[in-house]
């Protein structure tokens, strides 16, 4: 026969064990999310790494460049420039500046060279880039093709 003590005995021993397992769910899912979250951090380490080293190959490409190359991102800010559009840019910082700051003249909502003086080439047969001649003296090369 089973009588009430022994029942609330079996009761209250059921409930241990369910509290006995229930602890044991518990130390065994904050090891994993410990676990987890190491895991995260290591793999997000190593890609912010790989993204740097991404980013600096990418600058040493693009310095190698000797036409001037800016990259812009959506909101039209300069994001890159490389070693050839510095020099073309009078060494001027433009890095994070909107690209409509460098090339507009702030005075004027023209470009300036558009709004400041006739338009101009570069003298071929000369040697420094420096000596400019006005577009209407300008010629272009003979073409060598028959």
Known sequence: MITTSS?????ALVALAALVSLGVLVFRL????????????AWKNRLE??????????????????????????????????AAAHQLF???D?????????FLD?????PCSAASKPATRCNPASSSPSKLLPAETWKPA???RG
């Open 7 to 11: 029942l609330s005995i079996l009761a």
């Open 30 to 41: 904050r090891r994993s999310r410990d676990a987890l979250a190491s895991n995260i951090t």
């Open 49 to 82: 790494s790989d993204l740097q080293q991404a980013r600096e190959e990418r600058n040493r490409l693009l310095d190698a460049l000797s036409d001037a190359f800016l990259l812009i991102d959506s909101e039209s800010n300069i994001r890159f420039a490389n």
């Open 90 to 92: 009078n060494c001027r």
């Open 94 to 102: 433009l890095v994070n500046r909107p690209v409509r700051e460098i």
């Open 106 to 110: 702030p005075d004027s909502p023209m």
């Open 142 to 144: 003979a073409s060598t």
